[in-house]
């Protein structure tokens, strides 16, 4: 197929590790048997020197990369769209400053694309692994639009750090809005009522960094206040019905709020990812 060219999105902020980001950027970069034709940066809010030293480093080693230094941290999602807001291609794919691509995952995202052009995102499978380098589980996503959106009415069925979509596309629907902890599973939800078509692909596409932080991340009443408007504009938009709504209401009240980060994890662990 004709080469087409793509762009890809990322950001880092004060958080992040400098050695993790630098490899998560190598990994798109200098390993894919398909290169992007632009990465876009976007250092969101000062950030400590070391990383700061990595952004120099890799700008010097990479000619397609474009670095924006905000002036303080505004959000995933402010600094998403920046990304994509300053892209020049339509095709973008979202990378995340600590996980690790899969050496052919853009050529195969981009063969995908140029063979289903009524697809609007494709994401893939992830790999999740420690600190250490050590596998402990796979997330598998549906694969098909109308599993994928079935999927969607009570979980989010993208793994985010691993999509390609159609600028034009995602813009036609507001792009990414800031929704605490959410604004990715917002985004699906608002291109599925739009009618866009979603897909995933089989394979494994990107490694991705986990702790057991990440679990305690996904509990407490903000994070499930969040989740709690996430249904009411699902069941406000005819997406899912009062009954749907309450199951996953609940169930998020269960494991968000009642239950302990301890048995929080075990129970993603257990229920929600494949054994490796």
Not at 73 to 86: F, P
Not at 219 to 237: T, V
Request: hydrophobic residues 40%; contains cysteine.
């Amino acid at each position: 197929m004709s080469k087409i060219s793509f762009s890809v999105c990322m950001s880092v902020y004060e958080r992040d590790r400098a050695e993790y980001f630098a490899i998560a950027v190598e990994s798109i970069y200098h390993r894919q048997t398909l290169k992007p034709d632009e990465i876009v940066l976007v250092v969101d809010g000062p950030v400590p020197e070391d990383i700061m030293s990595e952004v120099s480093r890799l700008e010097h080693e990479i000619p397609v990369l474009k670095v924006i230094c905000k002036k303080k941290n505004e959000g995933h999602a402010v600094a998403r769209q920046t990304a994509i807001d300053a892209a020049t291609h339509e095709i973008i794919a979202i990378m995340d400053s600590d996980d690790i691509s899969k050496e052919n995952r853009f050529e195969l995202q981009m063969n995908y694309l140029q063979r289903h052009p009524d697809v609007a995102v494709v994401g893939g499978q992830i790999m999740e692994f420690t600190g250490e380098g050590k596998i402990v589980g796979r997330r598998n996503v549906p694969v098909d639009d109308n599993d994928i959106k079935r999927y969607m009415k009570s979980r989010c069925p993208m793994n985010h750090m691993t999509v390609m979509f159609r600028k034009s596309m995602i813009n036609n629907i507001g792009g990414y809005i800031d929704w605490y902890c959410e604004e990715d599973y917002y985004l699906w939800i608002r291109m599925a009522l739009a009618g866009y078509t979603f897909a995933n692909m089989e394979e494994v596409l990107v490694d991705v960094r986990v702790d057991d932080n990440l679990y305690g991340r996904r509990g407490g009443w903000r994070y499930f206040r969040s989740e709690l408007r996430i249904q009411r504009f699902m069941r406000d938009n005819g997406m899912i019905n009062i009954m749907r709504m309450w199951v996953n209401v609940m169930v998020r009240f269960v494991t968000q709020v009642l239950m302990p980060k301890k048995f929080r994890a075990l129970m993603f662990k257990s229920l929600f990812r494949q054994k490796p």
